[in-house]
C-alpha cells in the first residue's frame, strides 16, 4: 500500500478484501469474541498471539480504519480513539507520569490547553508554554531534567500560528525527547510531520479527516523513529517489563515501530476505555476516501474568501496562512506549499457588537461550535466559547473581541462569498 500515491491510500489503505469478502470495510459491531478454548483466549491476554478478544482494547473496523491513517502519515502504527481529546491525553499519558514535564506550544486548541493546564497537572504532570515563534534559545531553555515530550499543532486552532516543526523537533531531539504535532487542521494531504522530524502524531477525526460532521473520533501515529531504548531511564513504560501486562517490555517485545501504539492500546484503552464506537469508525472511513478531493477544494475556497475580506471595507483584519502578506505565510509555504486548510479568522471593524450584527446576518453559513467540515459555519468566540471573559481577558488569550472564525467549506465558492456580502451590509 505505501508504494500507491496519497489519493489512492485514502481509498485503499488499511483494507484489501479478499475474494468473495465485502468491498466496504465491514461494521464488526460486536462487544466480543468468541474462542474453542481457554489457552486459545490465554494467549491473547499473554500478547503471545494476535486477535480480537473485546471491543475496548481493539475491534477490526477500527483498526483497518487506524491503518489507513498510518499510511497517510506514513507512520509504523496507529490508532483510533474516541476523541481527539483522548488522542492527546493518550499521546502525552502513555510517556508521562506525576513529576514529569513537557514543553508545549502556547498556539493551541483551546481544550488541549485547558487538559494541560487545568486536568494533567491535577495528575501531576506540569507544562512550560512558548511561544512558538520564540528564538531556539528560548525554545531550549524550557526544557528541564524531567521534560518528557514536546508538544505542537501543525496550525493551531484558532489561532492559525503555523508551527515551525523542524526547530522544534531539533530542540526535542536535543534533549532526547519525542516532538508529538497535532496535525488536524491540515491532515496529511497538506502536510506530513514526519518528513520533517515529528516523532508522534495526532488527530481530531471530528474535523477534515471526517469532513461531514458525523462522528467525533481521533487518531495518534507513532512513526517508530524515536529510539526509546537510548534513554531507558527516561521511558521506564516502554523499555522495562510491565507488571500491570504480564510483565511485557513494550520495546522488546514489539520493535520502535510497535511499542508506543502497543502500550498505549493494552495499557491505557485497557484503563481508560476512550475507545470509538465500530460504526464511528466507518463513518470516518467514508469520510477519509475523499479527503484527498475535499482539502484543495477547502483551500482554494477559503483563500478565495481571504482575499475578498481582505480588500473589504468594513473588515479591520484577516488571517490566513496561505494569504500572501499573513505573518505565517513563509512558514506556511515552507510546510504546505500546496494549502493549509479551509479555516480563515477576521475582525470586523466596530468590534463585538458588529461580529454580532454580522454572524446574525449570515444566510448560508451557519453558526456553530464546530470547524472543519463540508459545509460553512462561523463561530464568534467573544460570544459564545469564551464569552464569559471580559475584553481585557480576551486580549490576554489571543482572542480579540471581534475575532470571527470561518470555517470555509466547499459549497461555490461565488454563494459563500454572497453571504459574506450580504451579512457585512447589515453592519
Ligand atoms: C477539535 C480539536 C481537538 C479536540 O478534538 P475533539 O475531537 O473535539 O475531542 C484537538 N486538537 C485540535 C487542533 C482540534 O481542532
Given amino acids: 500500500m505505501s508504494n500507491y500515491k496519497k489519493g489512492t491510500n ?172 497535532d496535525n488536524t487542521f491540515p491532515t496529511p494531504i497538506n502536510c506530513r510531520p514526519f518528513q520533517w522530524g515529528a516523532d508522534i502524531v495526532t488527530h481530531s477525526t471530528t ?75 466507518y463513518f470516518l472511513n467514508v469520510g477519509l476516501e475523499t479527503l484527498h478531493l475535499r482539502m484543495p477544494q477547502h483551500c482554494a475556497n477559503a483563500l478565495a474568501v481571504a482575499k475578498f475580506l481582505k480588500g473589504h471595507d468594513k473588515v479591520a483584519w484577516v488571517t490566513c496562512p496561505s494569504l500572501e502578506g499573513d505573518k505565517n505565510y513563509d512558514l506556511a509555504q515552507k510546510y504546505m506549499p500546496n494549502g493549509t486548510c479551509g479555516v480563515v479568522t477576521f475582525g470586523v471593524k466596530g468590534g463585538r457588537k458588529a461580529a454580532e450584527t454580522f454572524m446574525a446576518g449570515l444566510k448560508l453559513a451557519s453558526i456553530a461550535t464546530h470547524v472543519a467540515d463540508a459545509k460553512t459555519c462561523v463561530l464568534h468566540p467573544a460570544s459564545s466559547t469564551h464569552r464569559q471573559m471580559s475584553d481585557a481577558e480576551l486580549e490576554a488569550a489571543g482572542v480579540s473581541p471581534d475575532l470571527v472564525r470561518l470555517s470555509v467549506g466547499i459549497e461555490d465558492p461565488a454563494d459563500i462569498i454572497a453571504d459574506l456580502t450580504q451579512a457585512l451590509e447589515n453592519v
Avoid at 36 to 59: C, K, V
Avoid at 97 to 102: F, L, P, Q, T
Avoid at 208 to 226: E, K, R, T
Wanted: a negative charge; aromatic letters at 12%.
Fill in 10 to 181: 485514502c481509498l485503499h489503505a488499511g483494507y484489501v478484501p479478499e475474494s468473495g469478502e465485502p468491498r466496504n470495510i465491514p461494521i464488526v459491531q460486536s462487544t466480543t469474541f468468541r474462542y474453542g478454548t481457554s489457552e486459545a483466549m490465554g494467549a491473547l491476554f499473554d500478547l503471545e498471539a494476535e486477535g480480537y478478544f473485546y471491543t475496548r482494547l481493539q475491534n477490526p473496523t477500527s483498526d483497518r480504519v487506524a491503518a489507513k491513517i498510518c499510511a497517510l502519515e506514513g507512520g509504523a502504527a496507529a490508532m483510533l480513539t474516541s476523541s481527539g481529546q483522548a488522542a492527546n491525553f493518550f499521546a502525552i499519558f502513555n510517556i508521562c507520569s506525576a513529576g514529569d514535564h513537557v514543553v508545549a506550544s502556547a498556539a493551541i486548541y483551546g481544550g488541549t490547553f485547558n487538559l494541560f493546564s487545568v486536568t494533567m497537572r491535577r495528575m501531576g504532570i506540569q507544562f512550560t508554554f512558548v511561544d512558538p515563534n520564540c528564538s531556539e534559545e528560548e525554545l531550549n531553555a524550557a526544557f528541564q531534567p524531567n521534560t518528557k515530550a514536546m508538544f505542537g499543532e501543525t496550525i493551531a486552532n484558532p489561532a492559525l500560528t503555523v508551527l515551525d516543526i523542524e526547530k522544534f523537533a531539533r530542540a526535542a531531539h536535543a534533549h532526547g525527547v519525542p516532538l508529538i504535532v
Fill in 207 to 281: 474535523k477534515y479527516m471526517d469532513g461531514h460532521a458525523n462522528q467525533v473520533g481521533g487518531a495518534i501515529v507513532d512513526s517508530g523513529s524515536f529510539d526509546w531504548t537510548k534513554y531507558p531511564d527516561k521511558y521506564p513504560g516502554l523499555c522495562t517489563p510491565d507488571d500491570s501486562y504480564h510483565g511485557v517490555t513494550y520495546t522488546e517485545r514489539f520493535g520502535l515501530g510497535g511499542a508506543f501504539i502497543t502500550k498505549a492500546t493494552v495499557q491505557l484503552m485497557r484503563d481508560f476505555g476512550s475507545t470509538p464506537a465500530p460504526m464511528n469508525a
